[in-house]
């Protein structure tokens, strides 16, 4: 029997590009309500608007438990996931308020804001800490179906970045080592999914803790039995008819979580294929500049031309700025982390997390 550590290789297997996939499902899916459409159907909504933040946190829940797990260094630790999150997050917010959201204006027709200087730095500094406290700058942009947010996918990294914590947390505390600790985290996050669906509780913290949790815990789970999981393509594929029936449930992450992270995962490890093995990592460029740009887009006329062409376009304009992220700047700060983990394609995954 296959199991999924026997398929696993960290030096060939398609995570970038499976990412990389997640990452345009969410730029596809933002352009149907900037461009003043929806699904019409709820379990269809529900699915296509989650499963690519999901299955980001996921992965990442597999890939950063693995790597706390290969080396438990706090400092190495938490200076890799500062690396790979901080820098792009911070240009990104520099261009957005100073090239992407101006040109954004200029494009349709109008004219700066008298207080947008003082705005655009706000928008910089007060968002600095990854925790999205200023979605606009000075009233913009308006007249577009997000009025007022200018990066609609950044507020998710500030969850990212706890995830990363907890596992921190849980390593220097030495809980990790004790195989009961993840599924009862699991079995606790999910539990606080049911509460929030039931509305025991409702707060902005409980809410999103339980749903990014319980995803990311997912992918800690898939890591922590690997040795267990069986794999092959027709497991996959049962488990991803699996997920569609749960969403019609309020919360198909109920019961999605855990086939989410194994069709994931799994898929990202059986395939084999050199092309789709790539060691350059876009996705997280195509993720933080997607919206901002998509956001520039919708104040034009293309905003009129529907819902496959304007991702279309929007994907044309998003790929070559998230490749000259990855290439200027996301790939020179993993070469900071000062030690040669990084230089393998599992490595390179993990710090895209």
Known sequence: MTTLRSAFDPKSNALNALRLVLATGVVVWHAAPLTGHNVGWAPAEQLF???SVDGFFAISGFLILSSWVRRPHAATFLRA??????PAFWVCLILTAVIIAPLSLLLAGKGMPATYAHSAQTYVWKNAALNIFQHGIAGTPSDVPYPGIWDGALWTLVWEFACYLGILALGVAGMIRYRATIPILFVLTVLGLLLTTVGVLDSFLAVNGARFGSMFLAGCMIYRYQNRIPLSWPLIAVAAVAILPTTLL???RLLAALPIAYVMIGAAALVKRERLTIGNDISYGVYIYGFPLQQSLAGTALVRIGVAPFAVVAM??????????WFLLEKPALRLKGNRVAQTAQEVAVMSA
Do not use: D, N
């Open 49 to 51: 608007s989650g499963i």
């Open 316 to 325: 044309v304009v998003t790929v070559p700025v998230a490749a000259a992220s």
């Open 250 to 252: 309020p919360e198909y």
């Open 81 to 86: 996931r500062v690396l790979r999150i901080f």
